[in-house]
T-cell receptor
Framework: DQQVKQNSPSLSVQEGRISILNCDYT??????FLWYKKYPAEGPTFLIS?????DKNEDGRFTVFLNKSAKHLSLHIVPSQPGDSAVYFC??????????FGGGTRVLVKP | DAGITQSPRHKVTETGTPVTLRCHQT?????MYWYRQDPGHGLRLIHY???????DKGEVSDGYSVSRSKTEDFLLTLESATSSQTSVYFC?????????????FGPGTRLTVL
């Protein structure tokens, strides 16, 4: 049973527009959430995170929103750039130092 | 750059042979992890370590063993490789010893078991 789900395997967006990536989770004990970006043939790189005590965290073009009651988080990328084309993973942490990852969403930003 | 290297970067082996993958870090981070990445499954934790000789299982540990005899090295061994273990393997370290856990990943090892 997947505790972290990314229901959209892929997303295509025009350059300059907003990309919205979604992630749902089932474990109410998760207290920290992260987004990673992955290019082909490279390891995932940390992008942005949010604590469960917050509902929004912003870093430049990237904003993560957390809706605890809905057990849902989203990543907004504004404006989208061709270099944002990658696979994005959401991840969640409960007690301990382990992360649970979603299946990933492949984003294609068209020039 | 978290100073993580993995070796080999690519390997092709045959079913039933033993395989060892190495993860090396240049800093003395306590926590190290091994994941596998497969299409549709994201990254799944195989084993992790919280110190020298201290390891524990992740969600997909069957068929894998690990060892950590030095802080900087974390080895993943497939005792008898199977085709289902064809995957991309990532090592990660956690730079936050307590509290929040932002993990940083190595470049990966692509393993093909024929």
């Amino acid at each position: 049973d997947q505790q972290v789900k990314q229901n959209s395997p892929s997303l295509s967006v025009q350059e300059g527009r907003i990309s919205i990536l979604n992630c749902d989770y089932t474990n109410s004990m998760f207290d920290y959430f992260l987004w990673y970006k992955k290019y082909p043939a490279e390891g995932p790189t940390f992008l942005i995170s949010i604590s469960s005590i917050k509902d929004k965290n912003e870093d430049g073009r990237f904003t993560v929103f957390l809706n605890k009651s809905a057990k849902h988080l989203s990543l907004h990328i504004v404006p989208s750039q061709p270099g944002d084309s990658a696979v994005y993973f959401c991840a969640a942490k409960a007690a301990g130092n382990k992360l649970t990852f979603g299946g990933g969403t492949r984003v294609l930003v068209k020039p | 750059d978290a100073g993580i290297t993995q070796s080999p970067r690519h390997k092709v082996t045959e079913t039933g042979t033993p395989v060892t993958l190495r993860c090396h870090q240049t800093e003395n981070h306590r926590y190290m992890y091994w994941y596998r990445q497969d299409p549709g499954h994201g990254l799944r934790l195989i084993h992790y370590s919280y110190g020298v000789k201290d390891t524990d299982k992740g969600e997909v540990s069957d068929g894998y063993s690990v060892s950590r005899s030095k802080t900087e090295d974390f080895l993943l061994t497939l005792e008898s490789a199977t085709s289902s273990q064809t995957s991309v393997y990532f090592c990660a370290i956690s730079v936050s010893e307590t509290g929040y856990n932002e993990q940083f990943f190595g470049p990966g090892t692509r393993l093909t078991v024929l």
